[in-house]
C-alpha cells in the first residue's frame, strides 16, 4: 500500500515538472467568494459574506518597461452583520449591519524583476440602496438557515469613492525556487475605506515556482499573445501572509462621512493584525484559490471577539 501511494505522489510529481509548455490564455473570468461558513458552519457574523464577479485581460500596448500589464474589471458586494445575522433589538449589535455594492476597475503592472504595481479606482453605494440586506435574506430563506432581523438598523446610504494602489517586490528565492518571500504594501483612501497596510507573501511549494509575472499569486497566469513561448509551469502552491493594517476610516463601522444618520455607529481599531494561508491550483483553464483569513477585531467595543475569521474561494476559468 505504501509502495502504491509512493508511486501517485511520484507520477504527480514528474508530471508537474515536465509541464513545461500549458496551454496559453489571454483572459480570465471568475468568481470570488468570501464567507465566514467555509471556516465554520457555526461561524456568521462580522465580515458575513463577499462576492465578486471579474474579468481580465492583457490590453494592446503597455510601457516598454513593463513585462506585463493585466486589467481588471469586477462587480460585487460586501456583507457586515454584528455577531449574529438574527439581532432584532439593536441593543444587541455589537457591529453595525451594512451592505456595499461596489464596481472596480484596476491595473496591475508586472516588471522583469518581479516586482508589481497595482492601482485603480471603486465606485459603489453602501447602505439599504445597495440592497445587501434582501440579498442576505434570499440566501438564507434558499439554504433553510435561520431567520434574519435587524437590517432595519443598518448604517444609512452614502456613495462610494474610493482609490486603492499596491506595490509588492521580491525579496528572495530559496530551497531552489521552491519558495520566495515578497514583501508589498497598500493604500486605500475614499468614502467608503481608509487605510494602509505592510505585508508579506510568501509562497512554498514541492514544485519550482512560476515567476511573479506568469503566476496566479496576482493573476497574471495570462498572456498577451498566445504563440510566445514560455517556461510557464502549472501553479500549486501554498502560501501564507502575515500583515499590518492601520485603519483611519471605515464606514461600514463608523457611518457615512457626510451624514450622522445611521441608527448605530462605533469607532473603530486603528491597528489590525491578520493572517491568510491557503492553497493555489492552475491547471491548463482551470484556477482554484482556497485560503482562510484570521484577522483581529476592528470595532471599538469590547462586546465584539478579539478575533474573527473568514474562508475564501476563488474559481476561475481562462479563455
Known amino acids: 500500500m ?3 501511494y509512493l508511486l501517485i505522489i511520484l507520477t504527480f510529481l514528474l508530471i ?3 509541464l513545461q509548455a500549458q496551454k496559453l490564455f489571454t483572459r480570465e473570468i471568475g468568481v470570488r467568494s468570501d ?3 467555509y471556516v465554520s458552519i457555526s461561524e456568521d457574523k462580522y465580515y458575513s459574506n463577499g462576492l465578486e464577479l471579474f474579468f481580465s485581460f492583457i490590453p494592446g500596448k503597455v510601457d516598454s518597461n513593463v513585462t506585463k500589464q493585466v486589467i481588471e474589471f469586477s462587480i460585487g458586494n460586501k456583507m457586515y452583520t454584528p455577531s449574529s445575522a438574527n439581532k432584532p433589538s439593536i441593543e444587541d449589535h455589537d457591529r453595525p449591519f451594512a451592505g456595499y455594492l461596489y464596481a472596480n476597475a484596476q491595473i496591475s503592472k508586472f516588471y522583469e524583476n518581479e516586482s508589481m504595481l497595482r492601482y485603480g479606482a471603486q465606485i459603489g453605494i453602501m447602505g439599504p440602496a445597495s440592497g445587501v440586506d434582501a440579498f442576505q435574506e434570499l440566501m438564507h430563506s434558499f439554504i433553510g438557515w435561520y431567520s434574519v432581523n435587524g437590517w432595519e438598523y443598518q448604517v444609512s446610504n452614502a456613495i462610494g469613492i474610493n482609490f486603492h494602489a499596491m506595490y509588492s517586490v521580491k525579496l528572495t528565492n530559496y530551497m531552489s525556487k521552491q519558495a520566495d518571500i515578497n514583501l508589498y504594501s497598500f493604500v486605500n483612501v475614499g468614502t467608503i475605506h481608509t487605510n494602509l497596510a505592510v505585508g508579506f507573501w510568501n509562497r512554498l511549494s514541492i514544485l519550482q515556482l512560476n515567476r511573479v509575472y506568469e503566476s496566479s499569486l496576482y493573476g497574471s497566469s495570462i498572456v498577451k499573445d ?4 514560455t517556461k510557464r509551469r502549472m501553479d500549486l502552491f501554498l502560501f501564507f501572509k502575515p500583515q499590518l493594517e492601520y485603519h483611519l476610516y471605515d464606514a461600514t463601522i463608523q457611518g457615512s462621512l457626510f451624514n450622522d444618520k445611521s441608527p448605530i455607529t462605533y469607532d473603530v481599531e486603528p491597528f489590525q493584525m491578520s493572517l491568510e494561508f491557503g492553497l493555489m491550483f492552475q ?3 482551470a484556477n482554484i484559490w482556497y485560503s482562510v483569513i484570521m484577522k483581529s477585531k476592528d470595532v471599538k467595543n ?3 471577539d478579539n ?5 475564501s474561494l476563488k474559481l476561475a476559468w481562462m479563455i
Do not use: C, M, P, S
Request: proline share 0%; glycine share 8%.
Open 226 to 229: 498566445r504563440k510566445i513561448k
Open 35 to 37: 464567507n465566514d461558513t
Open 302 to 304: 469590547d462586546l465584539v
Open 307 to 311: 478575533h474573527y475569521a473568514w474562508g
Open 16 to 18: 508537474g515538472n515536465n
Open 283 to 285: 491547471f491548463e483553464r
Open 2 to 4: 505504501k509502495t502504491r
